[in-house]
Every structure is written in structure tokens, then in C-alpha cells.
């Protein structure tokens, strides 16, 4: 599996270093909110979503650099859902990647516009041309990217997650809330390679399959570690979910049938890769990956 | 003043009715942030900006429905704006053109998701064939969107609204911080228009330069408003800035001062109308009841 690590802090790399020159620093009191957005976006993470986004388009042959800005997007839209969703309105968390949240460094209000401004400038970057030289493609990565993080998906998601009926979903309601929360999110990434890429439908769709499964394969495993992990290991609290009472995949099978549910849905995601054939080999150790990830 | 009182009122109904259109309720938990947008996007105003629009597509011979959708997109972050910065964290106001503010008539963390659900449609819809047949189009259009709501424009000018240096700012502080937080957006309308019609570089900045000075000219009036007005005329309390201890253009410049500066700005912005001779009246009789306007 070294050759996967490799990609990814390969990806992660590039990635951040993209997002540190697309944020470029402003002088004045307007520099507070590009400094918090700088805070929320540069401070690590897996950057799993760009390399699917990376790794799915060099199925269709294009070369990372030129699927880079739209990693790069893409990962300004899951920082800014980050930074708003620790705020104390939403699951008023403190720390994040073991570090002080953006509204614990700065203070809320710079935190809800340091979310706002990295979420506009998501689109800000699709839509130049440095993005991809057809406007066509680019306003198609755009309606792609609006839809998986609007109300009919990832805020729709995170709606579900803050409502009274989230205590008492049953499995069926906590798989919809991931599939909005989290999944589609991860779908848009594999989507976003596939549209760079100019895929065919079939494989556009099967692109999509592929990362449903492997979202919903990645939140189960979060459960997972939630219940069973340790502070230091997830870089913020333990044990949160069940705290706050909501319900979850290990609530709902145990610890051993959401292991078994992580399984089969990741088998089920590697399926999904078969048209590929091995150019996607990359793609299937990644999802290995997510099953057996600690942090 | 009827012509332009009369199309006013076509352009704000025709939004509004696009906007519920495009805001079409979801069923289930979800549909609880939708309600909220709705009720921040459908609570009437007087849709300046949807009109400005409108209007400048026209002196490009851009019929009202097909500049509608572009406006409605417009509407929708402004309408997010004005739900963010009236947060607690921000502006903490209750009230907002007569009724309680969407995080009072939800609650906040609904308000916060709400603002980004309608920030993202915004994209979605300028992102759809609908909205131009030419991706190009569609796409400067969300350029420009993107960089006048962003760190650079509308969320950088909030960013120096809330910003320690604020109280103190001088007269060209004041201007700078308008120019971010009110004036871009109402730049990017006139813009949008110019950008529907193809317009050629000389009558896009000339549009553009005209909507700069009509955004400062309504700041301006802004401040006058709120040191002389009642909360039963403003829909909201007065004296806030004051109580705040803000810099105001009324606070540089006396009452008697921020008029003149106003009608001065009122028409400069109309000079830049110039190259569009008579076709441009309405654009101009819009600058003088910004200038008139009570609320």
C-alpha cells in the first residue's frame, strides 16, 4: 500500500500548496477573514477529495496539474462546511486535525465569513479558465459542485444532522443523512474527474456509484472510530456522537455488524470500478484504505 | 416617477415568483432549511438589484425573462448576506423590513445553513442552460459574481465592518468599506447586465461605474436614514450605527454634508450614462429615487 500513500501525500501536497496561492493574503482589516480562511484550509487533513478527484480523472488520462484547481475548489468547499458546522450554533466543537477551531482562533463572526468567503471562492476558481480551457466544462463542474453542497445535498445533510428527528433515525434515516452529509460531497469529487475527464455516462455514473459507496463506507468507519477510538488518535473528542445522543451506525448494528456493513460497502464501491479494469487499481486501494484508517 | 415605481414593482414580483420557484420546498427534516430560505428570500424588499439588472440587459435589448434568472441568483446572495450578517455573532439584529430575523423565526444554526444553502443556489442557477444557451456566458457570470461577493468584495467589506479599526475609520476608510460590502454587489447587477447583452468593454465599465456610484449614493442614504429616520419607517430600529459607536458618512460629514455627497454621487453615477443617451432614463430616474427613498 505504499505506492497509495504515496499518492495521496503526493496530492495533499500539491494541494495545499495550490490552496495556499489561490488564498493569497490581503492587507488591512479585510486580511482577518483571507488569514481565517487561510487557517481553516491549510491546516492538513487527509485531502482524500482532491486526490479522488485527481485519481478519477487520470482514468481518463488527464494529468494531475490539470485536475488540481478543481481538487483544489472542492477542498475549499469541505474546509468552509468544516469551519460552519464547529461553530457553537451547529456542534460547537473547539477542536479540530488537533488544533483550536477557526471561531476558537478567531471569533464566530470571522469564522462564518471566513466559511462564506471559501465557499465563493470555490466557484470563483472553477470558473476561470485556468480551470479548464472549455467554458462548457467548467460551468458543468459548477452546476455539479452547487449541487452536491446545496440544500438537496451536503447543507440538506448537515440540516438532518442539527433536527429534533436526527436522536431517533433509524438505519435507512442515518444512511440518507450521509448520503447528503458527507456523501455527496465525495461523490462530486469522483464526478468532477469523470467531467474533466469527458467520460462516457456509463462511466460517469459508475464513478458516482463508486464514491457513494465508499462516502458511506467512510462514515460508518468515523462511527466506528468515534466509538471506539481515543482523542489523541482523532485529533478531537471521542466518544461525541453518543454523548449527544444521536444515533449512529454502531448504535444501530454494534460495533462487529458495522464492521461487517464497512466491508460489504466497500466491496460493493471496488465493484463498481470493473469497466476500468486496473487502471482503477489505485482507486481500489484507496477505498481499502478507508476501511482501515485510524484517524 | 410612475414608469419607474411601476417597472419596479414588475421586476420585484417577477423575482419573487422566480424565487419561489427556484426555492421549491422539500419534504421531510430537510425541508426545515429550505423554509428558512424561502423566508429569507421571499420576504419581500424592494429587489433594487434584481431590477438593475433587468434594466441594464435592456439598453442591450435583453428581454425582462431572459435577465431574470441572473437577477434572481443575484437576489439570492444578497438575501444570504443580510441573513448572515444579522446573526448574533455579527450584526445581532431581531428584526429585518418589518419581521423577525430568519434566525429568530428558526433558530440560528437553521439561519447559518440557510445563508450557505442560498449563497450555493445561487451558483447552481447562474450554473444551469436556462439562466444563458452560452456556457461562456454563463460562466463570466458566475465569475463575476463569485469575485464581487467574495473576501475581495461583499465578505470583505462585512470583515471591515466588524473589524476593531471600524469605529475609527475616516471618510476614505468609510468609502472603501461601502464600496466592499454594498457597493460590489450592486456593481456585479449592472454588470450582469452588460455581460447578458455582450455588451463591448467601454459600455460594461461605464455600467459599471455607474452602479459603484449608486451603491455609494445608497449607503450614503443609508446613514441618513438610520440618523434620521423611525424604526416604523425602516422596518428595523434606528440609530443602530450610532448606538454602535460606527463611523457613518452622516458622522464625517453632518447631516447637511452626507446630502450633498449624496446628490453629488447621484450625479456622477448618472454621467456615466452618457454613451446610452435616452435609452439609459430609467437607469437614471433609478439613481434619483435612490436618492429620494424614505426606507
Known amino acids: 500500500m505504499s505506492r497509495l500513500t504515496d499518492a495521496l501525500a503526493e496530492t495533499a501536497e500539491a494541494t495545499t500548496r495550490l490552496l495556499d496561492e489561490l488564498l493569497a493574503p490581503l492587507e488591512g482589516p ?10 481553516g484550509a491549510l491546516g492538513g487533513g487527509k485531502r482524500l477529495r482532491p486526490f479522488l478527484v485527481v485519481e478519477s480523472a487520470a482514468l481518463f488520462d488527464v494529468p494531475a496539474e490539470r485536475a488540481l484547481r478543481s481538487a483544489a475548489a472542492l477542498e475549499m468547499v469541505h474546509c468552509y462546511s468544516l469551519i460552519h458546522d464547529d461553530l457553537p ?8 486535525r488537533g488544533r483550536p477551531t477557526v471561531h476558537k482562533a478567531f471569533d464566530e463572526a470571522t469564522a462564518i465569513l ?4 471559501l ?20 460551468v458543468a463542474l459548477i452546476a455539479a ?3 452536491a453542497a446545496g440544500a438537496a445535498g451536503m447543507v440538506g445533510g448537515q440540516m438532518i444532522d442539527l ?43 459508475a464513478l458516482i ?34 454523548a449527544l445522543g444521536k444515533a449512529t451506525f454502531v448504535g444501530q448494528l454494534g460495533i462487529d455488524g458495522a464492521r461487517r456493513k464497512a466491508e460489504e460497502t466497500i466491496k460493493l464501491a471496488c465493484s463498481r470500478l470493473d469497466l476500468f479494469a486496473e487502471k482503477a487499481d489505485l482507486l481500489r486501494e484507496t477505498a481499502v484504505f478507508v476501511l482501515e484508517r485510524r484517524s
Chains 1, 2 share one sequence.
Open 89 to 96: 450554533a451547529m456542534d460547537d466543537s473547539d477542536l479540530r
Open 30 to 39: 479585510v486580511g482577518r477573514v483571507v488569514e481565517a480562511m487561510r487557517y
Open 163 to 205: 433536527s429534533p428527528e436526527r436522536a431517533n433515525l433509524d438505519l435507512e434515516g442515518i444512511t440518507q443523512l450521509q448520503r447528503l452529509k458527507t456523501g455527496a460531497l465525495i461523490a462530486f469529487a469522483c464526478e468532477a474527474g469523470a467531467i474533466l475527464g469527458q467520460a462516457k455516462p456509463a462511466e460517469r455514473a
Open 119 to 138: 465557499l465563493t471562492e470555490a466557484f470563483a476558481v472553477l470558473a476561470d479558465q485556468a480551470s479548464h480551457r472549455d467554458p462548457a466544462i467548467r
Open 145 to 147: 459542485l452547487a449541487g
Open 114 to 117: 471566513a466559511g462564506d468567503g
Open 209 to 242: 456509484d463508486y464514491a457513494r459507496e465508499l462516502g458511506l463506507a467512510f462514515q460508518i468507519v468515523d462511527d466506528l472510530l468515534d466509538a471506539t477510538g481515543s482523542a489523541a488518535e482523532l485529533g478531537k473528542p471521542a466518544g461525541q456522537d453518543a
